[in-house]
């Protein structure tokens, strides 16, 4: 009897982006032989690794983080978690805002973030983080999953800046609006960063800052 042996190999190569991936490869052989088990199949891969990222857009209230931080979003399809609208939804449930409402939102973001980070998703943190307590939960959250952190911090000069929060209007439930008092009070207490970290100044074109962010997050990634 004559012996035949079929040998097929198949090669999938996906550059689709998968959630901690840049690119995968699949391969597939299989063999007809005249054994017992007349059919096998050998399966490999090679893969490489995504450098997983945690962006973090910092600033004074009402400095243009939320609106840079939504573009990005927008941009590289990743998840955005922002304190505000987290303590709101906190204050929504009935509890009356305060020191702890503000801490709880921080806990809130770094626990969602977390889990997002495990499993290998880039995230995008919006939040003020005026001082090194907070800077450093994001230090150690990184470290935690081995991500990178981006940070970004936009900036504006002040008389801008109170044009601009006089005529904000967000609508956040038990959260008042903005004033440049609160502004004011939030610097006294916001401490300057010491980290590398790209310095956005939101008076220039936002389509140009949403660029160099851009830039800035491939040269960090």
Not at 25 to 53: G, H, W
């Amino acid at each position: 009897m004559t012996r035949l042996t079929l040998r097929l190999s198949l090669v999938i190569a996906s550059t689709r982006e998968i959630p901690g991936f840049s690119r995968t490869f699949l391969r597939y052989d299989t063999c007809k032989r005249e054994e017992a088990f007349p059919f096998c199949i050998f399966f490999s891969y090679s893969i490489d690794m995504k450098n997983v990222q945690l962006i973090l857009i910092s600033g004074l209230p009402g400095a243009g983080k939320s609106t840079l931080a939504e573009s990005l979003v927008e941009k590289l399809s990743m998840p955005l978690f922002s304190v505000d609208p987290i303590e709101s939804s906190i204050i929504k449930s009935g509890i009356t805002r305060r020191f702890e409402t503000g801490l709880a939102a921080y806990i809130v973001a770094e626990t969602l973030a977390g889990e997002q980070l495990k499993h290998g998703l880039s995230v995008i943190i919006d939040a003020v983080n005026p001082v090194q307590e907070a800077r450093a939960m994001w230090h150690n959250l990184a470290r935690t999953h081995h991500a990178t952190l981006i940070i970004i911090e936009c900036v504006l000069e002040r008389e801008l800046h109170q044009e601009r929060i006089a005529s904000r209007v967000r609508n956040m439930h038990g959260i008042p609006e903005l004033t440049w008092q609160d502004v004011e009070h939030s610097r006294k207490n916001y401490l300057p960063w010491t980290e590398e970290r790209l310095v956005l100044d939101t008076a220039n074109g936002h389509e140009e800052n949403v660029q160099k962010a851009l830039d800035y997050i491939h040269l960090k990634g």
